[in-house]
T-cell receptor
Framework: RKEVEQDPGPFNVPEGATVAFNCTYS??????FFWYRQDCRKEPKLLMS???SGNEDGRFTAQLNRASQYISLLIRDSKLSDSATYLC??????????FGAGTTVTVRA | DAGVTQSPTHLIKTRGQHVTLRCSPI?????VSWYQQVLGQGPQFIFQ???????GRGNFPDRFSARQFPNYSSELNVNALLLGDSALYLC??????????????FGDGTRLSIL
């Protein structure tokens, strides 16, 4: 079983729509969680950290469910510029970040 | 401030050769990690170095090695290159070892092609 699994998508949504997707992780000892965004052939860039109580950053909302070992990301009022691959990232207790394979989101005009 | 810088940007090698990739972390960052990303997958952890010591290693063969210098820059070396080593190699730095809530900041990567 992979350490971090994501729905690969693609999610094709119109501008202004809300899109949400999850990722699951296998290591119950994982301590910190992030969402990164990666544009085609570019480096990953930190979108947001994910805190236990859930957190928002503008149009982006992240949730963590430790009991079920999943993380979610919700994007409200989608913009064309939100088109990207979203990487779920989990940090265990062993100095290693584990990445999911990514969820592709395409926002159309 | 400069972000994480990697060199070279692109590299073409043939099977059996070796390669050295370089990375300079963000100023003040003491931790450097290396990742391999093949097309269609997320980055896979190779190494982390902190204060010039190896702090973590992923599931990569001994052909992969790395080191960190006193100025916190780092090199990744790969020997006896295989076709499967073709990938984007990413370097990331963070303020200190990967404690909780220490996100990493990535360089643009080195795209390595093996012929």
């Amino acid at each position: 079983r992979k350490e971090v699994e994501q729905d690969p998508g693609p999610f094709n949504v119109p501008e202004g729509a809300t899109v949400a997707f999850n990722c699951t992780y296998s290591n119950s000892a994982s301590q910190s969680f992030f969402w990164y965004r990666q544009d085609c052939r570019k480096e990953p860039k930190l979108l947001m950290s994910v805190y236990s109580s859930g957190n928002e950053d503008g149009r982006f909302t992240a949730q963590l469910n430790r009991a079920s070992q999943y993380i979610s990301l919700l994007i409200r009022d989608s913009k064309l510029s939100d088109s990207a691959t979203y990487l779920c990232v989990v940090n265990g207790d062993d100095y290693k970040l584990s990445f999911g394979a990514g969820t592709t989101v395409t926002v159309r005009a | 401030d400069a972000g994480v810088t990697q060199s070279p940007t692109h590299l073409i090698k043939t099977r059996g050769q070796h390669v050295t990739l370089r990375c300079s972390p963000i100023s003040g960052h003491k931790s450097v990690s290396w990742y391999q990303q093949v097309l269609g997958q997320g980055p896979q952890f190779i190494f982390q170095y902190y204060e010039k010591e190896e702090r973590g290693r992923g599931n990569f063969p001994d052909r992969f090695s790395a080191r960190q210098f006193p100025n916190y820059s780092s090199e990744l070396n790969v020997n006896a290159l295989l076709l499967g080593d073709s990938a984007l190699y990413l370097c990331a730095s963070s303020l200190e070892g990967q404690g909780p809530y220490q996100p990493q900041h990535f360089g643009d990567g080195t795209r390595l092609s093996i012929l």
